[in-house]
C-alpha cells in the first residue's frame, strides 16, 4: 500500500491532507448532529410541559441546559415575549439569522475538498501520461518500461486516490446539507409553536 502511495508522486500530499481534513469534518459533524439532535429532543419534551402552565423559568432553563441552536432561538423568544408581536417575530428572525452557520459550520471546506481532490486526480492523470509520453519519446518505440510503467502509476493511483477522497466527501456534504435544511424546518415549525404560545394566541 505504502508503495503505492508513493508511486502516486509529489500529488498524493496535498491528495492525504485533503482526506484526512475531509474525514477530520465528517466525524466532527457526525458528533455534533447526533448530539444536538437528542438535546433538541429532551428540549422539546420539557417546552411542552412548561409551556402548558406557562411556567416560562422552567422553560428558559431547559434551554440553558440544552445549549443548541434551536435552545437559543426559543431563549430569545422567551427574553421577548413582552414585546409587540411583530417585534417579537423580528427578534427571533434575526436570532435565526445567528444561529443558523453553526449547522453549516465546516460543510463549505467538506464541498471544496470534495471538488479539489477530484481536480488534483485528474492533475495527476496528466502528468502522469505527459511523463509516459515523454518516456515512449525519448526512448524509441517501448522507451524505458520502468520508467514507462512509474508514469503510468503516476496518472492511475493520483486517479484513484483522488476519488477516494472525492466521493464520500460528495456523499456524506450532500448529507449534511439535507440536515442543516431538516433542523432548520424543525427549528422553524418549534419557534413558531413558541411564539404563539407565548403571545397567547395558542393556549
Sequence with gaps: MLDALKSGGVLMIPIIVCG?????????RCIYFYNIQKRDFKLRTALTSSLAVRDFASA??????????????IQ?????????????RDFVEAEMDVVVPKFEHL??????????????????TVTGNIKAFGVLGAGG????????ASSIAEAL???????????????????????????????EALVTSVVLRVTGRVS
Excluded: W
Excluded at 430569545?76 to 417579537?88: P, T, V
Excluded at 460543510?107 to 471538488?115: D, E, F, K, R, V
Design 20 to 28: 484526512i481534513i475531509a474525514t477530520y469534518i465528517i466525524v466532527e
Design 60 to 73: 428558559n432553563a431547559s434551554c440553558v441546559e440544552a445549549g443548541t441552536p434551536m435552545a437559543q432561538v
Design 76 to 88: 430569545k423568544a422567551l427574553d421577548c415575549r413582552h414585546y409587540e408581536e411583530r417585534d417579537l
Design 107 to 124: 460543510l463549505t471546506p467538506l464541498g471544496t475538498i470534495a471538488n479539489i481532490s477530484t481536480l488534483l486526480g485528474l492533475l495527476g
Design 141 to 148: 518505440t517501448m522507451g524505458d518500461p520502468t520508467l514507462l
Design 157 to 187: 493511483v493520483t486517479t484513484v486516490a483522488g476519488l477516494c477522497v472525492s466521493i464520500p466527501s460528495v456523499i456524506f456534504h450532500n448529507y449534511f446539507v439535507s440536515r442543516v435544511n431538516k433542523r432548520i424546518v424543525e427549528m
